[in-house]
C-alpha cells in the first residue's frame, strides 16, 4: 500500500459524458500527478500539481482539466469523452523536497471504460 | 524532450542477473533517471534513481554514463516474483516549473524457473 488512494476504482460511462476522478495524496505530500495509461500509449504524463499551483504540464487534452484543492486532495475531470479516453488513470504523490531528487508513490488506479 | 526508449521484452532466469538499458539521447540538464516496476493492474513503484555515473540500493543498481545519454537497471539474482514490467522515467521533478516527464514504453521482464 503507497498510502495513495484513488476513487472509483471502477467507471463505465457512455461517451460525451463528463467523470471526476478523485486523488488524496499520502500525509505530508505536496506534489500530485496524474497518468494516463492506455495499452497503445504506455504511461503518459498528463499534469502536475504543487501545493495547490499547477507546476507541469504534460500532454493533457483540453477536455480535461485538473486542480488540487488546500486540503492537497487533487481531481482530475474528464469531459465530452470518446471511445479513446478508456483507461487506467493513475494519481501518484511525493513530497517535493526542493531538490530534483523525487520518488513518486503511485495510487490504485481508476479504470475508465467509456462505451 | 527527452525521447526515451527500452527493449520491449526481455526473457531470464532465476537467479541470473538482469540488465535493462534506456535510452534517451535529448535528456536534459537537470533531468534525473528514475525506474519504476509495474505489476499488472497496479501503480508503478520506484526502484531507483539516479543523476549519473553509479547509484545502489537494496534491490538493484543503476548505471549512468558520463554522457548521460542511456543508463541500465540491473537486477541482481532475479528471481520469478520480479517478472514485471520495468519503466524508465526521465525529467526534472525539482523546482523548475512546467518541465515534462517523460516514460519509456516499459520493458516487460520474464523470469523463467
Known amino acids: 500500500d503507497s498510502g495513495v488512494t484513488q476513487t472509483p476504482k471502477h467507471l463505465i460511462t457512455a461517451t460525451g459524458q463528463r467523470v471526476t476522478l478523485r486523488c488524496s495524496p499520502r500525509s505530508g505530500d505536496l506534489s500530485v500527478y496524474w497518468y494516463q495509461q492506455s495499452l497503445d500509449q504506455g504511461l503518459q504524463f498528463l499534469i502536475q500539481?504543487?501545493?495547490?499551483?499547477?507546476?507541469a504540464k504534460g500532454n493533457i487534452l483540453e477536455r480535461f482539466s485538473a486542480q488540487q484543492f488546500p486540503d492537497l486532495h487533487s481531481e482530475l475531470n474528464l469531459s465530452s469523452l470518446e471511445l479513446g479516453d478508456s483507461a487506467l488513470y493513475f494519481c501518484?504523490?511525493?513530497?517535493?523536497?526542493?531538490?530534483?531528487?523525487?520518488?513518486?508513490?503511485f495510487g490504485p488506479g481508476t479504470r475508465l471504460t467509456v462505451l | 524532450l527527452a525521447k526515451t526508449t527500452q527493449p520491449i521484452s526481455m526473457d531470464s532466469y532465476e537467479g541470473q542477473e538482469v540488465n535493462i538499458t534506456c535510452s534517451h539521447n535529448?535528456?536534459?540538464?537537470?533531468?534525473?533517471i528514475t525506474w519504476y516496476q509495474q505489476f499488472p493492474s497496479q501503480g508503478p513503484r520506484f526502484i531507483i534513481q539516479?543523476?549519473?555515473t553509479k547509484v545502489t540500493n537494496e534491490v538493484a543498481s543503476l548505471f549512468i554514463p558520463a554522457d548521460r545519454k542511456s543508463s541500465t537497471l540491473s537486477l541482481p539474482r532475479v528471481s520469478l516474483s520480479d517478472t514485471a514490467v520495468y519503466y524508465c522515467?526521465?525529467?526534472?521533478?525539482?523546482?523548475?516549473?512546467?518541465?515534462?516527464?517523460?516514460f519509456g514504453g516499459g520493458t516487460r521482464l520474464m523470469v523463467k524457473p
Open positions: 500539481y504543487y501545493n495547490g499551483e499547477e507546476r
Open positions: 522515467l526521465v525529467g526534472d521533478m525539482g523546482n523548475n516549473a512546467g518541465n515534462m516527464l517523460t
Open positions: 539516479g543523476y549519473k
Open positions: 501518484a504523490s511525493s513530497v517535493d523536497p526542493g531538490g530534483s531528487y523525487n520518488e513518486q508513490f
Open positions: 535529448n535528456i536534459a540538464t537537470n533531468d534525473y
